[in-house]
């Protein structure tokens, strides 16, 4: 293979990850990984887990359609996308329009395929999901209240059908994702300040367009105070362990944000904010282990016996 030939092939592959947003799908992976091991199945061992041939369908359907996501997505926001991020849609742009819709049909049927391998309500559940999204980048998000709640969904409904998998209906699951849910929900209000400009050109009518940028603030600092009542739960939970040390750096990261975003008025500050709270939920899927770090060694134990 050529120099100029390498080249061309780098860039194609840097913009399809940049196309499907891989870090966000290694991210997501890693998550539920760890929620199954730490959160789902405490009682599991680990090479149950581990060896749990339907748990890697199902993270596999998850990729394929998660990413199928993003590239439907994408499709619909090109124009929005070009003035919010020109450097990514210039990435983006390697890869052309047809071979991303073939890649999004080829990633939706191999997804609903390992959701089949698992169960035929597996199946149902993936494609129930791709319509979701596919309704949500059609429609949806151009609405206020609805693409807000929407885009909430869609982004821990993931979790879900692993949860479903592992049939764990404990209470620290619901509250863990409740506390889950308020800071996914700020940080889409917080995206859309961030893309207000493209969504005004684009007339649509995001809940910051429709609310102004005032109001969406003030709902911002409401769900901010809203998640101290699942932490203030989470601290009462025995089981919490020494993952009680990330929600209080989580409290006083909520408090920085809440401060800051009251001052924050422009596109840089807005995605400093969004940063910051991806940061979060970063450290929040690997502070897992810390929910009982002797579970980790109990588990590697058992699996090597």
């Known amino acids: 293979m050529s120099s100029s030939k390498k080249k061309t092939f780098l860039k194609k592959i840097v913009s399809l990850l940049s196309l499907v947003r891989g870090y966000n799908v290694l991210v997501l992976v890693i998550a539920q990984y760890l929620a199954s091991i730490f959160i789902f199945s405490p009682e599991k061992s680990l090479r149950v887990v581990l060896f749990d041939i339907h748990l890697h369908f199902l993270i596999l359907s998850t990729i394929c359609v998660v990413s199928a996501g993003y ?41 609903c395929l390992f959701g089949l391998l698992v169960s035929f309500r597996a199946a149902v559940f993936f494609a129930i999901y791709i319509f979701a999204i596919w309704i949500y980048s059609h429609k949806l998000k151009k609405y206020p209240f609805i ?36 800071v996914l929900m700020v940080r889409e209000l917080i995206k859309d300040l961030e893309n207000l400009k493209g969504a005004i050109a684009n007339n649509y009518n995001t809940f910051s367009v429709a609310y102004g940028e005032k109001y969406t603030k003030n709902v911002c600092l409401v769900l901010l105070v809203f998640t101290i009542v699942p932490v203030i739960f989470l601290f009462n939970y025995p089981g919490i362990d020494d993952m009680r040390y990330y929600f209080y750096f989580a409290g006083l990261m909520l408090v920085f944000v809440a401060f800051y975003l009251m001052k924050s008025n422009s596109v840089q500050e807005y995605r400093r904010l969004h940063n910051l709270l991806k940061i979060l939920l970063l ?14 060694l109990e588990k590697v134990i058992s699996s090597l016996n």
């Open 147 to 182: 693409g807000l709640l929407s885009a909430t969904i869609i982004t821990i409904l993931p979790f879900f059908v692993v949860f479903i998998h592992f049939k764990n209906f404990s209470k620290i699951i619901f509250v863990h994702a409740i506390f889950l849910f308020l």
């Open 283 to 296: 450290l929040g899927v690997f502070s897992l282990v810390l929910l009982d770090t002797s579970l980790l």
């Open 71 to 111: 590239i439907i997505n994408n499709f619909y926001d090109i124009k929005v996308d070009k003035i919010n991020r020109p450097i990514k849609t210039g990435i983006d742009n390697y890869i052309r329009q047809e071979t991303r819709l073939t890649l999004y049909f080829l990633l939706n049927f191999i997804g």
